[in-house]
């Protein structure tokens, strides 16, 4: 099975402008994860995605946002970008719930001047 | 929210010499996974050990975990120049959101 896609892998926006971001789990996955890792806080949970419908937010702002589409290919957006959103941002899948093993892309790095 | 906390934060061992790792969280789960993550690339799953398990291997890792001290270890023997990663912890908790809390980290370098 081919593993978790993530495009694209990298992006410069600049600030207020805005992002999506997109991830294909991996075939036969109903859950989708997306995380942004930092240097400074780590890997922060910011929402998954189940049958099309978000299932668990983490603690971010309105401006994150995601959706999951029919075949479970999931897509991300920040608005206003901003400079701390400068992070790389993971996507992951699994069978289930998002507690189970997940398995994640290789991230989407993006640095916002 | 619970967290994994992993410690030491860093860690530099010659090749072949074994490296230990700890995590340890602060509220019940139901199971603890472990994670690596090569230089700014995505995670991948090592093993995952359940409540009522006390250790597990796979390959060169041992994985052991003590609710009592809610605590776990991660074991890799005979370490490798391929070892060198960051490797994580991470905890579902017991009545808890239905989602993985990731500790901070764990820096292995490991010197050929």
């Known amino acids: 099975k081919a593993g978790v896609t993530q495009t694209p892998r990298y992006l410069i926006k600049t600030r207020g402008q805005q992002v999506t971001l997109s991830c294909s789990p991996i075939?036969?996955?109903?859950?989708v994860s997306w995380y942004q890792q930092t240097p400074g806080q780590g890997l922060q949970f910011l929402f998954e995605?189940?049958?099309?419908?978000?299932?668990n937010k983490g603690n971010f702002p309105g401006r994150f946002s995601g959706r999951q589409f029919s075949n479970s290919r999931s897509e991300m957006n920040v608005s206003t970008l901003e400079l701390g959103d400068s992070a790389l941002y993971l996507c992951?899948?699994?069978?289930?719930?998002?507690?189970?093993?997940?398995?994640f892309g290789p991230g989407t790095r993006l640095l916002v001047l | 929210s619970q967290q994994g906390e992993e410690d030491p934060q860093a860690l530099s061992i010659q090749e072949g010499e074994n490296a230990t790792m700890n995590c340890s969280y602060k509220?019940?789960?139901?199971?603890l996974q472990w994670y690596r993550q090569n230089s700014g690339r995505g995670l991948v799953h090592l093993i995952l050990?359940?409540?009522?398990?006390r250790e597990k291997h796979s390959g060169r890792l041992r994985v052991t975990l003590d609710t009592s001290k809610k605590s776990s270890s991660l074991l890799i023997t005979a370490s490798r120049a391929a070892d060198t990663a960051s490797y994580f912890c991470?905890?579902?908790?017991?009545?808890?959101?239905?989602?993985?809390?990731f500790g901070k980290g764990n820096q292995v370098v490991v010197i050929p």
């Open positions: 991470a905890t579902d908790a017991v009545g808890g959101n239905n989602r993985l809390a």
């Open positions: 075939s036969g996955h109903r859950s």
């Open positions: 995605y189940f049958s099309e419908t978000q299932r």
């Open positions: 050990i359940r409540s009522n398990e």
């Open positions: 992951a899948s699994s069978q289930g719930q998002g507690r189970e093993t997940q398995y």
């Open positions: 509220t019940s789960i139901n199971n």
